[in-house]
Structure formats: structure tokens, C-alpha cells
């Protein structure tokens, strides 16, 4: 018996001199291929997928998390301070303060 597999590739996103591939779990910056932690990749992934967009601690926790939870923006902050480090530009990643942060091309 064979069993039929639909794969369908997924998007990759192209932003100045960063690539993420869902597909792959691969970041890629200026060449370099970066290694993050699952929930990293996801919520680079995320904020990338809406460039300018404001989204809150809450909204990436629950997108990422799939739950919500309270005290939840500790979590996103040591997820968002781990991700400018590893991508060596912390305005990649913005602060927009009393509301969130916003992926910035």
C-alpha cells in the first residue's frame, strides 16, 4: 500500500540580506547562516511575514505559543533581546514602546 504525500513548498522570505526558509528552518544573513532555536526562527519568521507591522508581546505569543498567557511578554523580550544579538542588527527588530515590535526592511 502507498501512501500519497501533498507536499507543498513553503514560502521563503527575501528581505534585504536576510533569507528564512520555513521549508529548510534556515536563516540566512548576508551569507552566513545563523542558528536559532525553534521559537526564535518562528518569531523572526513572523514578525518578517508583516514588515512594519506593530505586533504585540501577546499577538507573538499566541501566534508562536499557541496560547496565551498572562506575564507572557518576558518570554517574547528575552526572545526578541536573543534574536538581535544572533542577527548582529538590532534595528532589524524594532521596539515600539507601550505597544510591541516591528520587523523593519
Not at 528581505?15 to 521559537?39: F, W
Not at 526578541?80 to 505597544?99: A, E, Y
Amino acid at each position: 500500500m502507498s501512501v500519497q504525500m501533498n507536499i507543498k513548498r513553503q514560502p521563503v522570505i527575501q528581505r534585504r540580506y536576510l533569507t528564512i526558509d520555513l521549508q529548510c528552518c534556515t536563516v540566512i544573513l548576508s551569507g552566513e547562516q545563523i542558528t536559532l532555536y525553534p521559537k526564535e526562527f518562528d518569531v523572526l519568521y513572523l514578525l518578517a511575514q508583516y514588515p512594519g507591522w506593530v505586533l504585540s508581546p501577546e499577538q507573538i505569543y499566541g501566534a508562536v505559543w499557541k496560547e496565551c498567557v498572562a506575564g507572557c511578554e518576558h518570554v517574547v523580550y528575552n526572545v526578541i533581546c536573543q534574536l538581535r544579538k544572533k542577527l548582529k542588527n538590532p534595528d532589524l527588530i524594532q521596539t515600539v514602546v507601550g505597544r510591541g515590535y516591528r520587523f523593519v526592511e
